[in-house]
């Protein structure tokens, strides 16, 4: 018989007690202070732009702060990574991305 290893569901376990707990709130307590990016890949009006608008816009009003939708569209989502690659790692730059369904079709 196969014996179970507890070790990795535990660790999930510890970090979501301290996640939900508020045992990290006190790090990150004065975020945010600054206007929050959203980049999306798509051009406005699109089924994903209109899916990180939707949020951006209830997220707002939640903290306090201006969450924005920012539409970059070309080269299948390149130059919204790209704009992200290029910000400063703070946490205030977000993307927002959709994968398009994959069509598989049997050669004749």
Not at 45 to 50: K, R
Not at 63 to 81: C, F, H, M, N, R
Request: positive net charge; charged residues 20%.
């Amino acid at each position: 018989m196969e014996r179970y290893n507890f070790k990795t569901p535990l660790f999930f376990l510890v970090c979501l007690a301290l996640l939900f707990s508020g045992g990290l709130r006190g790090h990150c307590s004065d975020f945010p202070t600054k206007p929050i990016i959203v980049y999306s890949g798509t051009s406005p009006g699109s089924t994903t732009y209109i899916t990180a608008r939707a949020p951006a816009d209830e997220a707002s009003k939640d903290l306090g702060v201006p969450v924005a939708a920012d539409s970059k569209p070309g080269a299948g989502y390149t130059v919204a990574a790209t704009s992200l690659a290029n910000q400063k790692p703070d946490g205030y730059t977000l993307h927002r991305e959709l994968s398009p369904p994959r069509r598989w079709t049997r050669g004749t």
